[in-house]
């Protein structure tokens, strides 16, 4: 039996960028993937928001995917542009990127992280005890791990072997998706009540297309045909557009369920096996990845045994609620989906109200992931929020917040002249001279020190006789 401190379970985006931040910490780590290469089927996710991007770009890696998509305002509510072209972040907007690329860019960073990816194996079952846990492989062979993560997907078997509830609910509306070619030019654009037709990735208007439809939901749809996707077209548009030789076609449904747990004692669950919802918003692989981003340093910090295990239910506690947002968002966006004339009076009335510049925001720094605020107590506005990638002066010269954070550790920032001790995190002085402003929140005091943690948010803010710094060390870097 070969021993790991973590055994991640997928290698589809959420397993990667966990992998690759458990790599940066120098944790010793195994994925475990079905699939034989990185290929995915069909586009499925069509991009990343700011708040991504901005991950991305914290671990130096941003522009490899930026000079891979198209940068434009993607992020949108029930196909009403929600721009976030306004919001003081370097990456004010979302990037056009095919989910295909996206993890062969994931896939090439952890490679260069030197990070073994066992293929074409499946974990088949698991067995947790006190000191760790038990990793049966479908090639016969075990693997025991300190930790194990799912990162495996919606229909994760982790989460099932580790008897953690998956709460939520049940489909009532159906989708047929497909990657077509058409012989006429379809009618481009998102319908009233979500979906459409539009090009995939620079094809622009002469394809290939990817149609997104509803059709009546039945018990045992079976595997969906071209057949399927011409009925769907002809009842949206009244004809097929001559569609044909398609390269994937699909269903999903607006099943919408949440892990009631993102951890059973040393299994954690991250990405799509912890919440699955309709991909209205764009936002599942951007929340998977993100939910990475939250777990990675805190696991590195446990199975090296500087902090407590204890740490890991911060994992939970901050993401379970923003999954949760989201899925309540997605729910939201689906009800005004359906296609009654009712529901199009109140997407009308929705839509002039998200025209408006507050309710914009609000929902745009939602979606986009920039107003993401984990409740780690009173004080600064900052706290529990995500750093802004300021300009600063230092005495090594320019440089900027997130370069500070490639190497995944957490910053002290001190930006006046009085030098804070030396913790257990490094400590950079700084100066800062613009304005500090915050997505949706605006423009916020300046503090004199800034406790940063490795995935970008703030543990601690405020000048220099707040007692609570000494305690935020402690809660997040202090000792076991
Ligand atoms: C039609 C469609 C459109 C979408 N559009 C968007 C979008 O625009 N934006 C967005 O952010 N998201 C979108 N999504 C969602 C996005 O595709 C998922 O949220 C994302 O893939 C989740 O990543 P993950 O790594 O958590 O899970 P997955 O991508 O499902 O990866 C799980 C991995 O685990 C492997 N695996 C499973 N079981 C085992 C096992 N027992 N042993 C070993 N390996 C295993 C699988 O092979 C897979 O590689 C869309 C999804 C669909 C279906």
Redesign the pocket.
Known sequence: MTEHSVVI???????LVLAGELALAGVHVVV????ASQQVD?T????LHARTLEMLDQRGIVDRFLAAGRTMQITGFVGIPMDVGDFPTRHNYGLALG?GEIERLLAEWVDELSMPILRE???TRIAQDDSGVDVALSDGHALRAAYLVG????RS?VRKLAGIDFVGSDATVGWI?GEVAMESAPQIGMRPEGGGVGPIGHGGAAGPYRVVLQEPLVDDPGEPTLQDLRDALVAAYGTDYGVHSPTWI?R?TDATRQASSYRAGRVLLA???AHVHP?QG?????I?VQDAMNLGWKLARVVDGASPDSLLDTYHRERHRVGAQVLHTIMAQVALSTPDDSHAALRSVVGELLRMDEPRRRIAGMLSGLDVHYDLGDGHPLIGRRMPDLDLQTADGPTRVYALLHDARPVLLNLVEAVMPAGPVRVVDAQHDGVWELPVLGEVAAPSAVLVRPDGYVAWAGDHTDARLAEALAAWFGGP
């Open positions: 379970v997928g290698a589809g985006p959420t397993g475990v993937e079905r699939r069909g499925r996710a069509g991009g989910q194996r499946e974990v990162c495996d997907g919606g078997i998706i699909s999903f990405g799509d096996a991909p764009g936002q599942g692989l951007n998977g």
